[in-house]
């Protein structure tokens, strides 16, 4: 997980070659929420958008191995988003804290879903 969220803060500060460096620097988890809560702290606030959430879902007769590494995952992403915003789709039992703006699609996310979310936070103009 650690790699998609390298990936997602490098097409983020694409531009930003100090932040860049910085998630270069990160090897754990503890470091990503370090970034994401500094980030945060200099006035900058991520979208993370997940779809298909429900794959965090512990129904469907899994191992419960699996369903312990489901929670921890979405228990890091929810880290992670704390001082940001988190969308999701298809998920009922997240547990994003308090601070998180987070709004669900049951459905899926598509251009429609993620348009109105926007404007409800007045972040979209058109």
């Known amino acids: 997980m650690q790699r998609y969220i390298r990936h997602a803060f490098r097409l983020a500060f ?3 070659e ?3 460096g910085e998630i270069e620097l990160c090897n754990s988890k503890e470091d990503f929420e370090a970034i994401a809560v500094k980030i945060a702290e ?3 606030r991520i ?3 997940l ?3 429900n794959t965090f ?3 469907g007769g899994v191992s419960r191995a699996q369903v312990k590494r489901r929670r921890e995952g979405l228990d890091w992403i929810d ?3 704390c001082e940001h915003f988190l969308i999701l789709s298809s998920y009922k039992k997240a547990k994003a804290c308090e601070k998180v703006a987070k709004m669900d699609f049951f459905g899926g996310l598509d251009k429609v879903c993620i348009k109105s ?3 409800l936070r007045g972040d979209c103009t058109k």
Do not use: P
Request: glycine letters at 4%; hydrophobic letters at 45%; charged letters at 35%.
């Open 18 to 20: 100090d932040t860049l």
């Open 117 to 119: 979310w926007l404007a």
């Open 57 to 59: 879902d512990d129904e």
């Open 79 to 81: 880290r992670v988003a």
């Open 51 to 53: 779809d298909q959430a």
């Open 47 to 49: 979208y993370f958008l």
């Open 42 to 44: 200099s006035g900058v």
């Open 14 to 16: 694409a531009d930003d």
